[in-house]
């Protein structure tokens, strides 16, 4: 099974950027590459979403929430995952996961993202 590691997340008042990175360990390049990854949130009280996701070949969809705020990156050589958020806002607290977008694997121990003014 895949090891996921985010990191990046923090507290920004509304309007700031956040960048967060996935690590995904415990799998080949091989394994990883022809995969769609994807990056969900998960807030109080709330079921996880899937907000952005990007296929082998780099593209790339977003939840209608997030759309033209976030974007999803990767960088196969490292087996990585990026999420650019611009324009935070309140609504997108929640701890952030990054996992295969199909069949996801084991869940990392995510990252905390709060936007609060």
């Known amino acids: 099974q895949a090891q996921l590691v985010e990191s990046g997340g923090g507290s920004v008042q509304p309007g700031g950027s956040l960048r967060l990175s996935c690590a995904v360990r415990r799998v080949i390049s091989s394994v990883f590459n022809p995969r769609a990854m994807g990056w969900y949130r998960q807030a109080p009280g709330k079921q996880r979403e899937l907000v952005a996701t990007?296929?082998?070949?780099?593209?790339?969809d977003y939840a209608d929430s997030v759309r033209g705020r976030f974007t999803i990156s990767r960088d196969n050589a490292n087996k990585k995952v990026y999420l650019q958020m611009n324009s935070l806002k309140p609504e997108d607290t929640a701890v952030y996961y990054c996992?295969?977008?199909?069949?996801?694997?084991?869940w990392g121990q995510g990252t905390q993202v709060t936007v609060s003014s």
């Open positions: 990007i296929t082998s070949s780099r593209g790339t």
């Open positions: 996992n295969f977008a199909t069949n996801p694997s084991n």
